[in-house]
């Protein structure tokens, strides 16, 4: 348990910018409340609180990679993580501490879609768990793909590579758009990627459909997540001993 001040340190350093993580938990509500309003004068499915609410609650996950990735570069190029390199620390105590306090924003950013979303109608039945455990999938991707975009790049970088996610996650995630109707280079881009597979899953659950009925989806979700977490595990590790 090591890992806890250094995580306790994180979470205060993440907060200190109250106006960002606001921002980041704002903005997707505002863009849920918006599109839903917009399809009650032109009825689209895509626009219903089931299609949309999953959508937005992983494309708020976007900026949560986005925080995190600019901690971590932050760290490491400061004298900060140099000096707690000389301690007892673990890779795996260093990685834990850079994991553990985005966890609770990422449960907020899934509740507040989710609040917004049974106010306009998102089904609530027991199909509802199995949303919720592709959407935080998800979210620990988003973190795994943080550890390495702050393990590579510099803290000037680190923003620019995570508002490109941000982009990929909505256009390439199917976020406003059926991507199966637009095919395509982006239904192809889309799918070799998690983002539309959580969110596929997720709205096929919403309505209706069983967890077994979307577990090669939830497989690519989960696949996606463990290859980001060991993937950036290997880019902090190679890149603190350099």
Request: charged share 10%; with cysteine; glycine share 8%.
């Amino acid at each position: 348990m090591r890992f806890l001040s250094l995580a306790s340190r994180n979470l205060k350093e993440i907060y200190r910018d109250p106006l960002s993580i606001a921002f980041g938990v704002a903005m997707p509500a505002v863009f849920l409340i918006l599109f839903i309003s917009i399809s009650k004068n032109a009825p689209i499915g895509i626009f219903t609180a089931n299609g949309l609410t999953p959508a937005v609650a992983v494309f708020s996950f976007g900026f949560l990679t986005l925080f995190s990735a600019m901690l971590l570069a932050k760290d490491r190029e400061s004298a900060f993580l140099t000096r707690l390199l000389t301690t007892p620390l673990t890779s795996l105590d260093f990685i834990s501490a850079y994991i553990l306090p985005f966890l609770p924003i990422a449960v907020l950013q899934i509740t507040i879609c989710f609040a917004i979303g049974s106010f306009y109608g998102v089904t609530i039945n027991s199909n509802l768990l199995f949303a919720l455990i592709i959407i935080f999938t998800m979210a620990l991707g988003c973190i795994g793909l943080e550890m390495i975009i702050g393990s590579l790049f510099t803290e000037k970088q680190a923003p620019g590579v995570s508002s490109i996610v941000i982009v990929f996650i909505s256009i390439f995630g199917g976020c406003w758009m059926d991507l199966k109707m637009v095919g395509g280079i982006f239904g192809t881009i889309g799918y070799t990627l998690p983002f539309a597979y959580a969110i596929d899953a997720a709205r096929a659950v919403l309505n209706g459909s069983g967890f077994f009925d979307i577990v090669t989806d939830f497989y690519w979700v989960l696949g996606y997540t463990l290859i980001f977490f060991f993937v950036g595990i290997f880019c902090f590790r190679w890149r603190t001993k350099g």
